[in-house]
């Protein structure tokens, strides 16, 4: 009887421990951080409003100058380490407001698909200001910044990735219908001798609503003329595989960013690889000329990757 009573007590310390060890060991697991969002979405002033998904545990608070009325022009979202500041304002204050900082860099980016200015400085007015980082981006009359006093912080990225509003476009008027592009090839008795894509074929189309949208538009004009028997009859030939397909694209810090099919990489020599990168980056420069695009570099991707990208 002792010996059943005995085994029954044992067998509970070990159910028990069993458990217990098993909380130990569940409560010692590390939990996987929940990340949740709040949404504010600014009032309608016209046509035009913005919105924007921020981290749940930042302080969002909003006021009006008055110079809007009742819309609500200045947004702050902030947590202990960070400040960033939504500012709408009218677009003839852009020369004002860029003379009252001292400008270190400045660089034309996209900001929710439209072209905008990322400016790093510090205020003139105060030698002690510490710097900021802001992103400037027209809306028909009105400028938008978006301004944090902590520059290169990933959360300002996130924020500007989480970013949207409504642009009201310019008149019509103010632009042509048509833009021509230029599309650059080799000569078409290439022979791995001469590697730079010099041959340029002129192509009108109409323009789009927004000059960032150029920059699919003529990657894949390039890829859909790159047919060897067409470009023969106009002494033209190119280095890119016919059944090459654009993936992706950005526009960051006046760098264009492309990122092709793996076709891209497929056959030919270092001298071919050269041709089609040439190709590639002239062709996107060349935008520069007939928009406001102000392309200074170009990064070429395969398959998300920059650094296996037309290598011989």
Known sequence: ????????????LLILGGCFFNRNRQAGKPAEPQITYKTYASQKLGDFSWSVKYLANWTAAEQSTGKFKEFKDQVTFSNNAELITVTLLNGWEQKALSESYTIESQSQTQLNGNLGDRIL??????????RVEFIL?????????????????????????NFSFVKIAA???????????KLYFAANKFNNTDCEATTVKAVAIDRPDEDLALIPYVMKLLLQLSVPEDLSRENLASGIPINTRLYS?????????????????????????????????KTLTALSEVSALRIKSVEIQVEGRSDTALQP
């Open 137 to 161: 981006a027209e809306s028909g009359n009105y400028l938008l910044a978006i301004k944090t006093n902590h520059p290169g912080s990933q959360d300002f990225t996130d924020f500007l990735d």
């Open 121 to 130: 400085g510090a205020l003139k007015a105060d030698q002690a200001a510490d």
């Open 249 to 281: 694209y950005g526009y960051e810090d006046n760098k264009a960013i492309v990122n092709f099919s793996t076709e891209l990489n497929s056959g030919g020599g270092s001298c071919l690889m050269s041709l089609r990168r040439s190709q590639i980056e």
């Open 171 to 181: 008149p019509a008027a103010s632009q042509s219908k048509k833009v021509v592009l």
């Open 1 to 12: 009887m002792m010996n059943k009573k005995l085994l029954i007590a044992l067998l509970l």
